[in-house]
């Protein structure tokens, strides 16, 4: 006779691996949306023991989670982990990997503050050395510029309102999250928690802009949102970032936008930009960095004074250019792009600057 726990169901995770999704990455089924949501019930609440937890969480990466299962832990996560806090702008929610870069600046504190500048409201949100890599994520860059991170939610919330970009830090807004750490950084490889915590929105935000390596990841992040039931952005743009963050790369580069039309299937298109048309006439390589928390704030600190004309520069304005356009602040990336340096060269990027130290 099966086990049933009267607190989550019939399904602990060691049934789920026998029966489901542990006989390899050719033969091992997809969960339902009520197994998926189950399961991570229960790894919040602490019920599997860490030999199994580590076995489903390298199950569910060789077979690969299909986006109801991702839909699910979404919602379980929202329903049981995240605190959100909505300030009154309607913020870009920049979902970046949580792990962190370790070889090119990190420019999207630069390119969020530039975009603040030119008038939209941007929040970001990291952890604190994230498995895998434990890298350097927005919280360091801005950390190194002297600005606070370690904030509750509501005092993210009054970041956005006050300076026009907001830090979520996850300890805060996504507790449980925070709490499962030390399994994730013994389990030594990513798992699907790397990728739900980049759609935590603790600000509510209408719109998501993330990243992807393949655009069928882009695909499969829209769908996620598609099927959630606590985490519904209106618009969703991603695209090719260096290192997995949300960082333009250079040269050709594929867009993913997709934008809710009050259908169950919303409006999805992809297409490519040359970035030297806008100025990114330059590698990837050009982009590398000796210390990626001290280089990117110094370059940060330099490129919204107005110091910098390097490549830098053209990087950053660039990735506020999708920040303003994403936002729908500007109705090309052109005009985003025009916005973006103005907003530079009049000194409101310095300002948003000097707000958030001041805050």
Not at 17 to 29: F, L, N, Q
Not at 73 to 92: C, G, I, K, L, N
Not at 115 to 132: E, K, L, N, Y
Not at 191 to 199: D, G, K, P, S
Request: glycine share 8%; aromatic share 8%; hydrophobic share 35%.
């Amino acid at each position: 006779m099966t086990q049933t726990s009267q607190k989550y169901g019939e399904w602990p995770l060691k049934r789920l691996m026998t029966a489901v999704v542990g006989s390899g990455p050719k033969s091992a089924d997809d969960m339902s949306r009520e197994q998926a949501r189950e399961a991570f019930q229960r790894i919040l609440g602490g019920e599997p023991d860490h030999t199994t937890l580590g076995a489903f969480w390298l199950a569910n990466r060789w077979k690969r989670n299909t986006p109801e299962e991702l839909a699910a832990y979404v919602d379980v996560m929202a329903e049981e982990s995240t605190v959100v806090a909505e300030p009154d702008a309607d913020p870009v929610d920049c979902g970046a990997n949580y792990d962190g870069k370790h070889r090119s600046a990190l420019l999207g504190v630069a390119a969020g503050i530039v975009a603040a500048g030119a008038g939209t409201p941007i929040v970001t949100h990291s952890g604190d050395r994230v498995p895998t890599q434990k890298e350097t994520a927005y919280k360091h860059v801005l950390d190194e510029l002297g600005v606070r991170t370690e904030l509750g939610v509501e005092e993210s919330a009054e970041m956005v309102d006050e300076t026009g970009f907001g830090f979520y830090y996850q300890p805060e807004f996504n507790p449980e999250i925070d709490d499962l750490f030390d399994r994730r950084d013994m389990m030594g490889v990513r798992t699907f928690v790397n990728t739900i915590e980049t759609l935590a929105n603790p600000a509510n935000a209408d719109v998501h802009l993330g990243s992807f390596y393949h655009l069928s990841f882009a695909k499969k992040v829209v769908d996620t949102f598609r099927q959630t039931e606590q985490v519904s952005p209106g618009k969703v743009i991603m695209f090719q970032g260096m290192e997995g963050y949300d960082d333009i790369r250079p040269g050709y580069t594929k867009v993913a936008e997709w934008q809710a039309d009050g259908t169950d299937e919303g409006e999805f298109e992809d297409y490519e930009i040359e970035t030297p048309e806008y100025g990114m006439d330059f590698e990837e390589e050009d982009l590398h960095v000796d210390d990626v928390r001290t280089d990117s704030s110094t370059i940060t600190e330099e490129v919204v004074a107005g110091e910098r004309e390097d490549h830098f520069a053209d990087a950053v304005a660039l990735n506020a250019a999708f920040r303003i356009y994403a936002g729908g602040d500007a109705e090309t990336l052109d005009e985003g792009l025009e916005a973006a340096r103005a907003a530079i060269d009049d000194g409101s990027a310095a300002a948003v600057l000097d707000d958030l130290r001041a805050f």
